[in-house]
């Protein structure tokens, strides 16, 4: 069961300390950004367009999906439908890429890999907690979403970017890490683990992503004032052994109790260190993109 899985922290912590490969690949991990191109050339990097940003505030996760959805289908419509010749002018569409940024009321989400594997009754002890628990298109395994959580579903066209989608992951790996950066806190990845993490067996942000015709979708869950306790009702991200952190745990056990790491004071160096990592600049969505800041707003409120 989850909660025996992980209850026990210290036990476990002993034996991933014993297990040198994990505390290898930790040390030699990924954690500095300023040289990141996510492997774009000096000229491409030269033509990015800018990002539109939008920060929702709290939405249901079902509607934050429903609103992926049709913003996708939205995309991709638009884009395929001109010759292929054309779909690089960004003057001949009406919608751009967006970052979106909100909370979720509390909500377990799986990955497409666990799609009815969890158990009925599973499902009811999660449903008793009072929260809701939904299986999505994302990759990854079950995770949670909830207040004191900045989640963000980066909307882009790759190719505009001239990003693979394994470059794309990382540059979002890199954001985080990033981010963490400016608290004093050094977060890594970790081969074969995914998500970004400050020790080999903490984790601060959850990251799940869909690529359909090089739309992306979904994206990344970073813990700023986030009750741990929901985590400690499942084995997050199928990763026994290993549990979620919060900024403002971490600054706690940095000696800095009062240092502000609520979402209102995260997002800004986040969207900034979203800029950094993808070389390009990120500004208010209505300024950027009018249509699709209207397009979202009538999705947000149905």
């Known amino acids: 069961m989850a909660i025996a899985s992980i209850r026990n922290f210290g036990q476990i912590l002993s034996r991933v300390q014993s297990h040198p490969t994990t505390y290898r690949a930790f040390s030699a991990a990924t954690t500095g950004t300023s040289d990141c191109t996510l492997s774009r050339t000096a000229e491409q990097l030269s033509q990015l367009s800018t990002i539109g940003y939008v920060y929702l505030g709290e939405v249901p996760y079902r509607k934050a999906l429903e609103m992926q959805k049709q913003l996708c289908r939205r995309r991709i419509d638009e884009i395929y439908a001109l010759p292929q010749a054309d779909r690089a002018d960004l003057n001949l569409r009406q919608f751009s890429d967006t970052l979106i940024l ?8 799986n990955g497409r890999r666990n799609h009815g594997k969890l158990q009925p009754d599973e499902i009811e002890r999660l449903h008793a907690l009072d929260c809701d628990y939904v299986e999505t298109n994302r990759g990854g395994e079950i995770t949670f979403h909830g207040p004191g ?14 990003l693979a989608t394994k470059c794309f992951v990382k540059g979002l790996e890199y954001t985080i890490a990033e981010t963490c950066a400016h608290f004093g806190i050094e977060a890594k990845t970790i081969p074969g683990f995914p998500g970004v993490w400050t020790s080999p067996t903490q984790k601060v ?8 015709r090089y739309v992306t979708s979904h994206g990344f869950a970073l813990n700023c004032t986030t009750n741990m306790k929901w985590f400690r009702e499942i084995i997050p991200c199928g990763l026994e052994g290993k549990t979620a952190i919060s900024l403002q745990t971490l600054m706690e056990q940095h000696g800095k109790p009062n240092c502000d790491t609520s979402v209102d004071a995260v997002l800004p160096i986040l969207r900034k260190s979203f800029a950094k990592v993808f070389g390009c600049n990120v500004k208010p969505l209505e300024d950027v993109s009018p249509a699709t800041f209207k397009f979202i707003q009538e999705l947000v409120k149905l």
Not at 102 to 109: D, E, F, I, N, S
Not at 149 to 162: A, E, I, S
């Open 149 to 162: 959580q900045l989640v963000g579903y980066p909307n882009l066209y790759l190719k505009d970017h001239f």
């Open 205 to 212: 942000a959850a990251l799940g992503t869909h690529v359909q």
């Open 102 to 109: 909100l909370q979720h009321p509390p909500v377990y989400t």
